[in-house]
């Protein structure tokens, strides 16, 4: 089209403009019995179709450019249609600020004794930032259901609503009854608000909430595993690598003691975390398939009420296990002096043997 205009001869083009003029201003027969205006209106009329093809390409040239970004706009409201079961948004979240949440080894820190009989074990004091004890903190080890303090972290990046629901479905549930995964008990057709699938992945270790928290967030458990690893890099973990959402045993799902307190850590700094880490008990809302809705309970507080340790309470985290990776605790507690500690034991020998082994740690280093 620009070519076009480039190549027209507009000194040829008014030349017979102007000659045109003249010859209309000059008095024959026929104009003496016209008024001035139309002979102004017979001029205009005559040289109108030469100034509307001019208009007509200007108008089309500007109609093209307009319509672009409309169309950008239509594919992206499709877009957002095809994605209205999801919360995250095309744009993706902000960079934040990194915080370094690792705890300094330093000369005090001491060597765990064999009466504790987890084999990877991190205390750290929060207010000192410093690891108060160890034993192979940075061994690779399966963090087994203690990931679901990680889903829960990289969930609330993501949530917009808390009162959005997901509606649940047996292709979502069935997989884990028969992998034997702990679930909350959400039902087919059941829509679950994103707090209560929060507190169901945590309280009872409910890998069917973590399944909804994933889909409903990201569109797929796989999809929403990548953000988790991408939570990871964020932390700066060094050694740690997610291939679900529930913690469900895979070579490549691990961490170490080290990472995890830096995961647990994070989601101290949170307040609906810690807070659903820290609950008891719970009730998620009323629906058809649930009227009473369903109670939940911490898988840890079911084992200790908290206060055993003496000078210092567990104040909540979070269980875990699978055969691969025996039992695993992480946990965050105070002093009575009111200073924050975090511990985490995994490759336990055992339940019982792991909850005595947080009490004793408490006991001897939160103090």
Do not use: W
């Not at 398939?289 to 055993?308: A, K, R, V, W």
Request: hydrophobic share 35%.
């Amino acid at each position: 089209m620009s070519e076009q205009f480039n190549n027209k001869d507009y000194g040829e083009y008014f030349s017979a403009i102007e000659k045109q003029i003249k010859n209309q201003s000059m008095p024959t027969t026929k104009a003496s019995d016209e008024k001035p205006n139309e002979k102004k209106k017979n001029f205009s009329l005559k040289i109108r179709p030469q100034v509307y093809v001019v208009a007509i390409l200007l108008v089309a040239l500007v109609a093209v450019v307009i319509a672009i970004p409309k169309k950008s706009s239509k594919e992206g409201a499709t877009s957002n249609i095809n994605n209205t079961n999801k919360v995250v948004s095309d744009v993706e979240k902000p960079t934040e600020t990194k915080v370094n949440y690792f705890a300094e080894y330093t000369s005090d820190t001491e060597e765990i004794s064999s009466d504790i009989v987890s084999q990877s074990i991190i205390v750290i004091n929060c207010k000192s930032n410093q690891v108060v004890a160890s034993r192979n903190a940075t061994e690779r080890c399966y963090p087994a259901s203690t990931t679901k303090i990680m889903t829960m972290l990289t969930a609330v990046d993501y949530i917009i609503d808390y009162n959005d629901t997901f509606t649940f479905s047996y292709e979502v549930t069935d997989p884990f009854f028969e992998q034997g995964a702990t679930i909350a008990g959400f039902k087919d057709q059941e829509s679950v608000n994103m707090t209560d699938m929060l507190y169901g992945a945590i309280l009872p270790s409910g890998a069917d909430a973590t399944a909804g928290l994933a889909i409903k967030i990201a569109g797929s458990e796989e999809a929403f595993v990548k953000l988790m690893n991408k939570k990871a890099e964020e932390l700066n973990l060094k050694d740690t690598h997610f291939t679900n959402a529930s913690g469900l045993f895979n070579k490549e799902h691990y961490t170490t003691a080290e990472d995890m307190a830096v995961i647990i850590r994070a989601a101290m700094q949170n307040e609906l975390c810690k807070k659903i880490l820290s609950t008891y008990q719970y009730t998620t809302a009323a629906t058809p398939q649930n009227p009473d809705g369903i109670p939940l309970t911490s898988t840890l507080f079911s084992y200790m009420y908290g206060t055993e340790p003496e000078g210092s309470d567990i104040l909540g985290g979070k269980t875990g296990f699978v055969n691969e990776s025996g039992y695993c605790i992480a946990s965050f507690g105070q002093s009575d002096a009111g200073t924050e500690y975090v511990c985490v034991t995994l490759k336990g020998q055992g339940l019982r043997p792991t909850v005595f082994d947080q009490i004793n740690l408490y006991t001897k280093y939160a103090k």
